[in-house]
Each structure stands twice: as C-alpha cells, then as structure tokens.
C-alpha cells in the first residue's frame, strides 16, 4: 500500500504560479513512475504530467511551457511547478503512482494508488 498526500492547492489570479506537492509513504517511491491528473467541474479527470523513474517527463499539450513535473526521491515527493495559470486550468488536481516498470504512464488504469486531491482555482 502506498499514502499519498497533496498539497499546494489554492486561489489564484490568472498569470499567477502555484507549486503542488504530494508526499508518498508506505513503499521505496524511487523506482516508480508518478503522474498529475486533473478533474474540472462537470469533466471527466484528464492526464497533465508524468515522470519516470529516471526523472524523463511528459505532458499534456495545454500545460507544455507552463507545467513542470519533478521528483525528489531522498523526500519521497513529487512536485507540480505550475506558471503562468489560467482560468481552464482550475481543477482538483490529483497525484498517481505506477508500480509497474517505472517508465511514463499516461492513463488513469496504469496507476495504482492515487491521493485525494487539490483544489486549484485560477480566477480572470
């Protein structure tokens, strides 16, 4: 079993920044790929970032430039590095783990555990 737990989440203006964070616990983290998801009221939960074991990274189109995925192992955490926010970006937003191979996973089935989220709200 693993704990995962986000935090980050808030209120912000449109061309703001806000980093998200999500603390793992319960299994060595260091070797398995991690992703953000997000849900937008009345949508369904769509990918917006993974990354490997070995820190290689991907997105979504609508958050490349602005997003940037990273993991710190010695902390068992990942982080969400999120600039330049806009209005469709409000979100609750979610971490994944994978524990398969540990390469980029993009859909929600590859993922085994998930957090509870992180309300991101982004106003114009």
């Known amino acids: 079993q693993m704990l995962l737990v986000e935090s980050g989440g808030g209120l912000v203006q449109a061309g703001d920044s806000l980093r998200l964070s999500c603390a793992a616990s319960g299994r060595t983290f260091s070797s398995y790929a991690m992703g953000w998801f997000r849900q937008a009221p009345g949508k369904e939960r769509e990918f917006v970032a993974a990354?490997?074991?070995?820190?290689?990274?991907y997105y979504t189109d609508s958050v490349k430039g602005r997003f940037t995925i990273s993991r710190d192992s010695a902390k068992n955490t990942v982080y969400l590095q999120m600039n330049s926010l806009k209005p469709e970006d409000t979100a609750v937003y979610y971490c994944?783990?994978?524990?398969?191979?540990?390469?980029?996973?993009?859909?929600?089935?590859?993922?085994?555990?998930w957090g509870q989220g992180t309300q991101v709200t982004v106003s114009s």
């Open positions: 994944a783990v994978s524990v398969g191979n540990g390469g980029i996973r993009r859909q929600e089935y590859e993922y085994d555990y």
């Open positions: 990354i490997s074991w070995n820190s290689n990274t």
